[in-house]
């Protein structure tokens, strides 16, 4: 089922009355996931945080003022670095944590975190980011883009680890998944069923301009599963200013075949990318992602998303009303988009309506409403 969004008086700000223990992933910087961690910390200022790995640097005050565990992962050298390659022993490290001591816990999932185990009559909620796609339905696109040696190991490796993966997901009393798109997901991997809670937004950070410039911009990772390729090549056969926000493995390539009408910044400060936000035409968003907060960051700026209509945009994003929704990952689909697009058709007030729906005040209600189940 899908959670509606609750108003925030209907569960309380913080929830005391319990041991908590929040098990992530890996802490090596600040994404989606960590986003939800610190969420959970307002809502459990007291828990305590196990995870993989820990970078104190990558992450934000919030997280390093917590008190952080983590498993013999830590210990390997190498695995600030290359942690991900340490994915078939994190099974056996998550088994040496001793969680009995605590009532509540609750796994952030997106790499290994949810195969641990709790005390008898403990509750154990596990937030779902997406199965690890890794092991199901990307496995095949990472495994095109891995070193020689992850190659091969990879199909020697994974069938275990999907047995794992599986087997760990039925002990958990209550699944959430952070868009439909993951719902579905969880069901074709886990065979379980789950709520949908999206991730907390914090869109009272993002405001409108007065002015809107004429620019497109797309925001992200310049990597495979992102598609920004399609987005360069559509605005290059265009003509049409596009501003790309990001660094990655494709941005060598990306330059080589962009147009003179297509600025790369590799970096963007916080305040500079609101007013990116703020003052486009609208944000192109490319990729198939399992919810995808960069259109939910442009409506809440005011602006409309031309999005690929698949993935967790199908709940962020309204046709017609927040942004527009292309067909196909294609480069000829975009440009119909493009061309077809009228931003003077879209409300401010509409598309900043649209965001608050994720917003971090709802998350945390609907996060307490599971909780006191």
């Known amino acids: 089922m899908y959670i509606a969004p609750i108003t925030a008086h ?6 005391r009355d319990r041991k908590v223990a929040i098990v992530h992933y890996w802490l090596v910087g600040m994404r ?4 939800v961690v610190e969420q959970l910390l307002d809502l459990f200022p007291d828990a305590d945080i196990y995870t993989h790995v820990y970078v104190p640097e990558a992450v934000s005050e919030r ?3 917590q008190r952080i565990r983590t498993t013999f992962i830590q210990k390997i050298p190498g695995a600030r670095r290359h942690y991900r390659k340490l994915l078939p022993l994190m099974p056996m490290a998550l088994s040496h944590l001793d969680l009995g001591s605590y009532d509540l816990v609750i796994s952030s999932e997106s790499g290994p975190a949810k195969g641990v185990m709790v005390a008898p009559g403990a509750q154990h909620i596990c937030y779902c980011h997406s199965p690890m796609r890794y092991l199901w339905d990307h496995y095949h696109l990472y495994r095109r883009n891995a070193d020689l040696l992850s190659r091969l190991m990879m199909p020697l490796i994974a069938p275990g680890l999907r047995q794992w ?3 760990t997901a039925q002990g958990i009393d209550e699944i959430v998944a952070n868009s439909s798109f993951v719902q579905k997901r969880i069901r074709r991997t886990w065979g379980r069923e789950s709520t ?3 991730p907390p937004i914090a869109t009272e950070a ?3 301009s007065e002015t809107v410039e004429d620019y497109y911009l797309w925001v992200g990772e310049l990597t495979a599963y992102k598609r920004p390729d399609i987005a360069v090549d559509a605005f290059t056969r265009l003509g049409l200013p596009l501003v790309v926000v990001g660094d990655g493995e494709m941005s060598r390539a990306l330059h080589a075949r962009a147009g003179p009408n297509i600025r790369f910044v590799p970096r963007m400060k916080f305040d500079a990318l609101k007013r990116a936000y703020a003052r486009c035409r609208a944000l192109v968003f490319t990729a198939e992602e399992d919810f995808g907060m960069v259109p939910v960051e442009a409506n809440a700026s005011g602006r409309p998303v031309i999005a690929y209509g698949s993935g967790g945009v199908l709940d962020s994003i309204v046709p017609g009303l927040t942004g527009v929704l ?3 990952q294609t480069v000829e689909a975009l440009i119909g988009a493009v ?3 009228d931003a003077d058709a879209f409300d401010p007030e509409e598309c900043m309506r649209n965001a608050e729906r994720f917003s971090t005040r709802h998350f945390r209600a609907n996060i307490g409403a599971l909780v006191r189940v």
């Open 10 to 15: 209907d569960a309380p700000v913080t929830v």
């Open 32 to 35: 989606g996931g960590e986003r």
């Open 63 to 65: 997280l390093n003022r």
């Open 165 to 167: 993966d599986f087997q």
């Open 196 to 198: 949908v809670v999206p």
């Open 206 to 208: 993002f405001s409108p």
């Open 326 to 328: 292309f067909p196909e």
């Open 339 to 341: 061309t077809a697009f």
